[in-house]
């Protein structure tokens, strides 16, 4: 199993622009999630999903779109993106029934 | 609303030697989760240990136990045999059992152990 993967690893974008951090779980898990981690603010919980079709907004949510087509794949959208979203991004995925979040290696976003 | 502190920034311990982190929680919510995390400077998040509200007992994973006392709505982190490899920003995170399956995490204690 690989896991929770993220893609690109590293991302600089020009203020406006848009892109898509990508994640996939080969676990099956039914529990998705994005986080942001800013210097001094610990990981908030940006959107998540509690499976294929379903998604929620977590605690910041502006700026950012997400779809959950299959149970494997959780994409996180930048509309346009703003110097206040440089970041780095986890997302993480969890079974029903376990207590454990598997996390990604996260995708250090920077906007210029 | 749920609600995570932790109010030691920076914490140094020595070699061999146990050192605890706090937490602190705020929910009204009877049945919640507690976790903790912790961070190696290579960026990755990693599961440490998990509490239920509605354990018993506290819980523990080799080195790491967890200090749940529920009337205080503390759940710190004791690490003992304190080794180099536990210097990283250690995370505290909540999650109620009911409801929007969100989590909650603290803003986190950077732990530094001397040799």
């Known amino acids: 199993n690989a896991g929770v993967t993220q893609t690109p690893k590293f991302q600089v974008l020009k203020t406006g622009q848009s892109m898509t951090l990508q994640c996939a779980q080969d676990?099956?898990?039914?529990?998705m999630s994005w986080y942001r981690q800013d210097p001094g603010m610990g990981l908030r919980l940006i959107h998540y999903?509690?499976?294929?079709?379903?998604?929620d907004q977590g605690e910041v949510p502006n700026g950012y779109n997400v779809s959950r087509s299959t149970t494997e794949d959780f994409p996180l959208r930048l509309l346009s993106a703003a110097p206040s979203q440089t970041s780095v991004y986890f997302c993480?995925?969890?079974?029903?029934?376990?207590?454990?979040?598997?996390f990604g290696p996260g995708t250090r976003l920077t906007v210029l | 609303a749920q609600k995570i502190t932790q109010t030691q920034p920076g914490m140094f311990v020595q070699e061999k030697e146990a050192v605890t982190l706090d937490c602190t929680y705020d929910?009204?919510?009877?049945?919640?989760?507690l976790f903790w995390y912790k961070q190696p400077s290579s960026g990755e998040m990693i599961f440490l240990i998990y509490?239920?509200?509605?354990?018993?007992q506290n819980a523990t994973e080799g080195r790491y136990s967890l200090n749940f006392q529920k009337a205080r709505k503390s759940a710190n982190l004791v690490i003992s045999a304190s080794q180099l490899g536990d210097s990283a920003m250690y995370f505290c995170a909540m999650r109620e059992v009911s409801g929007t399956y969100k989590y909650i995490f603290g803003t986190g204690t950077r732990l530094k152990v001397l040799a």
């Open positions: 993480a995925s969890r079974a029903p029934v376990s207590n454990e979040q598997f």
């Open positions: 509490q239920g509200s509605y354990d018993q």
């Open positions: 999903s509690v499976g294929a079709g379903i998604t």
């Open positions: 929910t009204s919510d009877p049945s919640y989760g």
């Open positions: 676990m099956n898990h039914e529990y």
